[in-house]
T-cell receptor, first 109, second 116 residues
């Protein structure tokens, strides 16, 4: 079983819709979590950290459920520019980032 | 304010040749991380280095791969006698020094290695 698992998608969503995807992690000792965004053939870029109480950044909301060991990302009022692969990342130590394989999101006009 | 720089951006090698990938961290960053990404997969940690010191190379294949981060100059990821399976995107990230808690890693644009 992979340490961080994501549905690869693709999620095909009309512009303006709300979309959510989850990520599960197997290591209960994981300390911190992040969502990164990766555009095709580009480097990953930090989208947002995920806090235990849940956090929001504009149209993006991240949630952490430690009991069930999953994190989620919700995107409201989706834009064409949101099309990308979203990578879930668990932080297990001072430097080790464990990456999911990503969920591909396609926003259609 | 240059970010993490990697070169070359694209590298083509024939089987059996050597590949050298270079990474210059952001100014003020002394920690470097190398990752490999195969098509349709997430990033896989390879090695973590500080200046003149390998902290963790648990993700590095035991043979043909080596990494260094000298006192002066960029970090180098070296792959000897490349095989087709080495074809991938290799990303470098850097962070500031510090202890405790996650340090944000900033990524370079990657080097895409193609082995013919």
């Amino acid at each position: 079983r992979k340490e961080v698992e994501q549905d690869p998608g693709p999620f095909n969503v009309p512009e303006g819709a709300t979309v959510a995807f989850n990520c599960t992690y197997s290591n209960s000792a994981s300390q911190s979590f992040f969502w990164y965004r990766q555009d095709c053939r580009k480097e990953p870029k930090l989208l947002m950290s995920v806090y235990s109480s849940g956090n929001e950044d504009g149209r993006f909301t991240a949630q952490l459920n430690r009991a069930s060991q999953y994190i989620s990302l919700l995107i409201r009022d989706s834009k064409l520019s949101d099309s990308a692969t979203y990578l879930c990342v668990a932080y297990n130590s001072n430097y080790q980032l464990i990456w999911g394989a990503g969920t591909k999101l396609i926003i259609k006009p | 304010n240059a970010g993490v720089m990697q070169n070359p951006r694209h590298l083509v090698r024939r089987r059996g040749q050597e590949a050298r990938l270079r990474c210059s961290p952001m100014k003020g960053h002394s920690h470097v991380y190398w990752y490999r990404q195969l098509p349709e997969e997430g990033l896989k940690f390879m090695v973590y280095l500080q200046k003149e010191n390998i902290i963790d190379e648990s993700g590095m294949p035991k043979e043909r791969f080596s990494a260094e981060f000298p006192k002066e100059g960029p970090s180098i990821l070296r792959i000897q006698q490349v095989v087709r399976g080495d074809s991938a995107a290799y990303f470098c990230a850097s962070s500031i020094p510090g202890t405790g808690g996650p340090r944000t890693q900033y990524f370079g644009p990657g080097t895409r290695l193609l082995v013919l």
